[in-house]
């Protein structure tokens, strides 16, 4: 069911994308879309203030476990984002898989296919992917 939403989503990107065949636009406005993500999220924090950043390194003990590193892991955000804020990074966000959509037609990619392989890649390598 899923990855018949996926392909459905796909098609739909590849009909309605008559403006930008060119992969030179489609690569830059997949940029741009996520480039817009990016500062939606900083908006949050310095336009609505929803959100907050303390960041500060942690000193990793030489001898920590698996375990103490979970422990030690922080988003560096505190608050939670608004329903306004959130609703703007959503937009951005559908933007972004629009135009990755839109790239993957151009190079004949299957969305979904990138997704498995992904998943069972990240599956295979679990905690060690520190990507
Ligand atoms: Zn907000």
């Given at each position: 069911m899923k990855d018949l939403l996926c392909d459905?989503?796909?098609e739909t990107v590849g009909e309605l994308l008559i403006r930008h065949q060119s992969i030179l636009d489609v690569i830059t406005k997949y940029q741009e879309s996520c480039a817009r993500t990016n500062r939606a999220v900083v908006k949050a924090v310095t336009n609505?203030?929803?959100?907050?950043v303390e960041a500060e390194k942690h000193p990793l003990p030489p001898d920590a476990s698996l375990e103490d590193l979970r422990k030690l892991r922080d988003s560096h955000l505190r608050g939670k984002i608004c329903d306004q804020c959130r609703e703007i990074v959503e937009?951005?966000?559908g933007r972004s898989l629009f135009y990755l959509a839109a790239l993957?037609?151009?190079?004949?990619i299957?969305?979904?296919?990138?997704?498995?392989?992904?998943?069972k890649k990240l599956n295979t390598l679990s905690i060690f992917n520190m990507r």
């Open positions: 459905e989503f796909q609505c203030g929803c959100l907050k937009d951005e966000i993957c037609n151009i190079l004949d299957n969305l979904y296919d990138c997704f498995i392989k992904e998943h």
